[in-house]
Each structure stands twice: as C-alpha cells, then as structure tokens.
C-alpha cells in the first residue's frame, strides 16, 4: 500500500504558475507509474500527466508545452509544474499511483487549483 499527499494547490493568476508536490510513503521506484490528474465538479477525472517507470512521460494535448511533470526518487516527490496558466485549468488536482503487480492503485485527497483574476 501506499499513502500519496498533494500539496501546493492555490489562488493564481492567469498567466502564473504553480508547482504541485506529491509525497508518497514509500519507494516511487516501485510503483509503475505516478500521475496527475485534475477534476471540476460534476465533471469526470481526465489525466494531466504521467511519468511510467523508466522516465517516460504522457501529458494531456492541454497541457502539452505548460505542465512539466517530474520526480525525486531520492524524496519519494513527483512533482506537477504548471505554467502559463489558464482559468480552465481550476479544478482540484489529484495524484495517483499505480502497483501493477498487486493490481491496485491509490489516489492522494487532492488539492485545488484555482487560476483567476
């Protein structure tokens, strides 16, 4: 099992930017992937970004050039950097983790986003 925890959520303005953490409670190298994803209420979840075991990584077409996500593995941190951004881009952010071995996947509380003048 694993315990993720966001933090960094805000009030920003359009154009500004934002780095968003997620801390999990053990080893991120053994997990197969760690993602971002991001919902407004009454929507449905979409992914943001993900980084897959290895490095790789896969960011939404609204993001693509304005979220960089990465990781520490020596903290246990992936991280969501998020510039230039648009007030479509409110909504809480959440972190999730897959285990493809154990067949699980475990999602931190969240942490809202608001992007507004």
């Known amino acids: 099992q694993v315990q993720l925890v966001e933090s960094g959520g805000g009030l920003v303005q359009p154009g500004g930017s934002l780095s968003l953490s997620c801390a999990a409670s053990?080893?991120?190298?053994?997990?197969?992937?760690v993602g971002w994803y991001r919902q407004v209420l009454g929507d449905t979840r979409e992914l943001v970004a993900i980084?897959?075991?290895?490095?790789?990584?896969i960011y939404a077409d609204a993001v693509k050039g304005r979220f960089t996500i990465s990781r520490d593995n020596a903290k246990n941190v992936v991280y969501l950097q998020m510039n230039s951004l648009r007030p479509e881009d409110t909504a809480v952010y959440y972190c999730?983790?897959?285990?493809?071995?154990?067949?699980?996947?475990?999602w931190g509380k969240g942490t809202l986003v608001t992007v507004s003048s």
């Open positions: 999730k983790a897959d285990d493809l071995g154990l067949g699980m996947d475990y």
């Open positions: 053990r080893s991120i190298l053994t997990l197969d992937a």
């Open positions: 980084i897959i075991d290895g490095g790789n990584t």
